[in-house]
């Protein structure tokens, strides 16, 4: 099973790029990455994935090594709405659609 | 419109009671799941349903019996509730994103936290 190692937290200034990294070393070829986040008190959002060339929406942008041994999700102008756990995962190879959820990383936002 | 909503969101009851969760997604997919938050905030997948069917069920009591009466709509009853049964509850479903594209997101609902005394 593919797991992920993210740091437990991390601290940004409100309007600078916030670079979240996540190793997950034993990725098989074809899992996906996923990056999910979860402002206190609610649901889990979802907010980008990739399978091996980095990608980009509204949101945030997912960079992944050619190696696809790590990834990082970059929050290009973060503000403090973003002060979330974040979440790194990739889903468990011949489950279905099964995702292991580690710890995450405890981003806060600062003004 | 909420995507995928779950009732209720607070529920307090005593031990050895029976307690339901109800949740619906209006997005048409055809996967939901129940996953449980416990204190330590790690989130552990318990069901997963596939168009009625269930696909997952991972070690959980048996006092946990999900119900799908359609594709829209997935309940988590509990029997005999327990002290570790306090938890955040929450409901997601999901679209197989192309045909075996392997990608897979997941709409969650609010969460449904369930204190047990």
């Known amino acids: 099973d593919a797991k992920t190692t993210q740091p437990p937290s991390m601290d940004c200034a409100e309007g600078r790029a916030a670079n979240l990294p996540c190793n997950h070393s034993?990725?098989?070829?074809?899992?996906?990455v996923y990056w999910y986040r979860q402002i206190h008190s609610q649901g889990p959002q979802y907010i980008i994935h990739g399978l091996k060339n980095n990608e980009t929406n509204e949101m945030a942008s997912l960079i992944i090594t050619e190696d696809r041994k790590s990834s990082t999700l970059i929050l290009p102008h973060a503000t403090l709405r973003d002060t979330a756990v974040y979440y790194c995962i990739v889903r468990v190879s011949g489950s279905n659609y099964q995702l292991i959820w580690g710890a995450g990383t405890k981003l806060i936002i600062k003004p | 419109d909420t995507a995928v909503s779950q009732t209720p969101k607070y529920l307090v009851t005593q031990m050895g009671n029976d307690k339901s969760i109800k949740c619906e997604q209006n997005?048409?997919?055809?996967?939901m799941y129940w996953y449980k938050q416990d204190s330590k905030k790690f989130l552990k997948i318990m069901f997963s349903?596939?168009?009625?069917?269930?696909?997952i069920n991972e070690t959980v009591p048996n006092r946990f019996s999900p119900k799908s009466p359609d594709k829209a709509h997935l309940n988590l009853h509990i029997n005999s509730l327990e002290l570790g049964d306090s938890a955040v509850y929450f409901c997601a479903s999901s679209q197989e994103e192309g045909l075996g594209s392997g990608a897979n997101v997941l709409t969650f609902g609010a969460g449904s936290r369930l204190t047990v005394l």
């Open positions: 997005l048409g997919h055809d996967t």
């Open positions: 349903y596939n168009n009625k069917e269930l696909i």
């Open positions: 034993t990725i098989s070829g074809n899992e996906y």
